[in-house]
């Protein structure tokens, strides 16, 4: 997209810890990414690395240990006045990965959905709250006489989707999506991810998703950033970074990708990521711009290597 | 795989399996004819509910107390499996001849004993070694399932372990005993993609090495692909469609393998919706009358409805219910 775009989420040098003393672990250290409005933001990584932390410390469920996240503009991280905290949760919204544990099984329907509406008080009438609840559903593809029905009563791809209701009702303007698909059964992943591109289309929403899995992402998103052990080391526009990645952790992940193609498969080579490849004691990384909105992390040296790597592979200009 | 001169080590024949629900009877196996070829990687796909589970742990005398063999039999070795009533029975078969792989490492282990405890249970167990003889025999285990330092690592938990070691040691303890057949289900749905590889990796070498023949259960078709000789494709209890790999993948046959095929994100083109299939499976409570996927399956035609389609052999080792 060459047009200016409007930057919706800015994460600048976004640290996150746990614990304290000798029992502190980072989390997350240093990442930075911008997330546009309209786009769907992809973040990829395995189990630990982080990227379910980065999404819980931008809506505020997890607390930052150093940098910031700016939301419009404004610095959504760290204490914050009152109204601004309301204003998060009203824009910010979460879908979560696990449909049966992310439901309060005790609460009906109905009520699932309206909770957020009853904090921030966002609607008129009684009436006007059940209409909301019933478009919601339908939104999803659900009947609105679902309201009145519990949890368990569903299954898998049908709480996901009261999840996804939930999150829609508040009119958010991000959506942060953490692995909103990997415990569906492989037909119904296929009818949420239609139904999260319909939403994008009718709200004008836009998606930070995050998942391990990279054969959904090449489908859905639009940017995508690579995550491991807590820092990001890679990001681009997913086309980009499927066809020409650059950091050995991204070419090992992509190796790894299961292809539902028995001859693909068979002739596959499994690159294994080894993080001993880097020298960094003498030559620190940093985040850097290979090339327009493709950016690594590297050393000097490396940096090097890949901008050659790019020219090389760039077709020449007749 | 060589199938033209291939040996059968399991058969399968009219099995129909139900269980007892508050009173309710569930039919969850609705009659299941298919053999097993000794040394092959075998792949049986489904979603949940489509009884690829139930299946194969009907093998093991692993039904829940609450379900039953209603009909047809199991021969392996000789020996009716489906006929067996006891524990005493089951113990010459289970873990033995046939051993299982689960899905979630973490809970098929038990976190207060240590590894080496664990799986020298089930060499001293099985192969009747004791002491030294049965801890040496741990050590080449773990090695073969690719543990550094076995020795230290023995004295370890569960706990100390990563998921994709702990199921490193789940399939060192299944294939301790040496089983002839190994049922993997759904081995690697709760790793992370690179780490997948690798067990993918290490089940083919193990298979090579102790002449295994592998069943995988799962509904990941990157794993299938990876994997399997041949393909079993289950619906609602049935099979619906068997093949080669590339016979199965390239050329199905069956509506609900092509809509299986055709909602794959991997195969999407972005921009455009993925093809989904519409509906849900159907109720196993109700007698089925007929192709069991032909209310979701545009193409269906009236008969459909009204007789289970017979399978169809497209060749002499593809054949389809359509």
């Known amino acids: ?95 979560f990965q696990d449909p049966m544990a992310s439901l309060n099984e005790r609460a009906k329907v109905e009520y699932i ?43 898998g791809g049908q709480r996901q989707r009261i999840g996804i209701a939930r999150a829609l009702v508040m009119r958010p303007k991000l959506i942060i999506a953490d692995e909103p698909i990997s415990a569906l059964d ?29 054969s959904i992402m090449h489908f859905i998103t639009d940017r995508l950033a690579v995550i491991h052990k807590g820092r990001i080391v890679e990001l681009a526009e997913t086309e980009k970074l499927f066809a020409h990645p650059l950091h050995p952790y991204t070419r090992a992940l992509l190796s790894a990708i299961p292809m539902p193609d028995p001859v693909a498969e068979r002739r596959k080579k499994l690159l294994v990521y080894d993080p001993s490849c880097h020298h960094y004691e003498t030559d620190p990384p940093r985040w850097t711009e290979v090339e327009p909105g493709h950016f690594v992390l590297a050393n000097a040296e490396e ?5 050659t790597e790019i020219a090389d592979a760039a077709p020449e200009v007749m | ?82 006929k067996y009533t006891t524990e005493k029975q089951w113990l010459r078969v289970r873990g033995r001849e046939i051993a299982m792989v689960f899905q979630d490492p973490m809970t098929s282990l038990n976190p207060l004993k240590t590894i080496g405890r664990q799986i020298q249970e089930t060499v001293e167990l099985h192969q009747g070694l004791r002491g030294g003889a049965a801890r040496e025999k741990t050590h080449e285990i773990l090695r073969d399932v690719g543990i550094a330092e076995p020795e230290r690592r023995a004295k370890q ?23 002839r057949i190994l049922i993997c289900d759904e081995p690697t749905t ?28 799962t509904h990941d078709l990157g794993v299938v692909a990876n994997v399997a000789d041949r393909i079993a494709v289950m619906y609602a209890g049935d099979i619906v469609e068997t093949g080669l790999c590339e016979e199965v993948f390239y050329n199905a046959q069956h509506p609900y393998t092509w809509a299986l095929l055709a909602s794959l994100p991997q195969l999407g083109v972005r921009g455009e919706e993925l093809n989904s299939i519409a509906g849900t499976p159907p109720s196993l409570f109700a007698d089925i009358k007929g192709d069991a996927f032909a209310p979701r399956n545009p193409r269906a035609l009236k008969i459909d409805y009204l007789l289970r389609p017979p399978f169809f052999e497209v060749s002499p080792t593809h054949r389809a219910r359509t």
């Open chain 1, 1 to 95: 997209m060459s047009e200016p775009r409007e930057k919706l989420l800015e994460v600048k040098n976004l640290r996150v810890e746990f614990g304290r003393g000798r029992k502190r672990f980072v989390a997350v250290d240093d990442v930075n990414f911008d997330i546009y409005k309209g786009e769907t933001f992809g973040l990829v990584g395995e189990s630990g690395s982080g990227k379910t932390t980065i999404g819980r410390a931008i809506i505020r469920i997890n607390e930052t240990s150093g940098g910031e996240v700016l939301f419009e503009g404004k610095k959504i991280n760290g204490k914050i006045s009152r109204e601004l905290d309301r204003e998060v949760i009203r824009n910010i919204q979460m879908i």
């Open chain 1, 113 to 155: 959905i309206s909770e957020g509406l009853y904090n921030l008080k966002n609607y008129g009438s009684e009436a006007e709250r059940r209409d909301i609840v019933a478009r919601a559903l339908l939104d999803v593809g659900l009947l609105p006489e679902f309201a009145s029905r519990f949890p368990h009563e569903f299954s």
């Open chain 1, 186 to 214: 492989v037909s119904i992943r296929a009818q949420v991810l239609n139904l999260l591109s319909r939403l994008r289309r009718e709200y004008g929403l836009t998606y930070l998703f995050i998942a391990h899995d990279l």
């Open chain 1, 303 to 307: 940096e090097e290597r890949y901008r």
């Open chain 2, 1 to 82: 795989m060589d199938y033209a001169h291939a040996e059968k080590i399991l058969s399968v024949s009219d099995l129909v399996i139900k269980f007892n629900l508050r009173g309710r009877v569930l039919t969850a196996i609705r009659g299941i004819s298919m053999d097993i070829y000794k040394g092959e990687s075998l792949a049986i796909v489904g979603e949940s509910g489509s009884g690829k589970s139930v299946f194969t742990k009907s093998f093991m005398g692993l039904l829940d107390s609450n379900g039953w063999i209603d009909n047809g039999s199991i021969m392996y070795g000789g020996v009716d499996l489906a």
């Open chain 2, 157 to 179: 938990y569960p706990h100390e372990f990563s998921g994709g070691m702990r199921q490193r040691v789940v399939i060192a303890i299944a294939v301790a005993c040496s089983p």
């Open chain 2, 190 to 217: 709760a790793l992370d993609v690179t780490i997948q590889a690798q067990i993918l990796q290490l089940l083919r070498n193990l298979q090579s090495k102790y002449g295994l023949t592998v069943v995988y259960i």
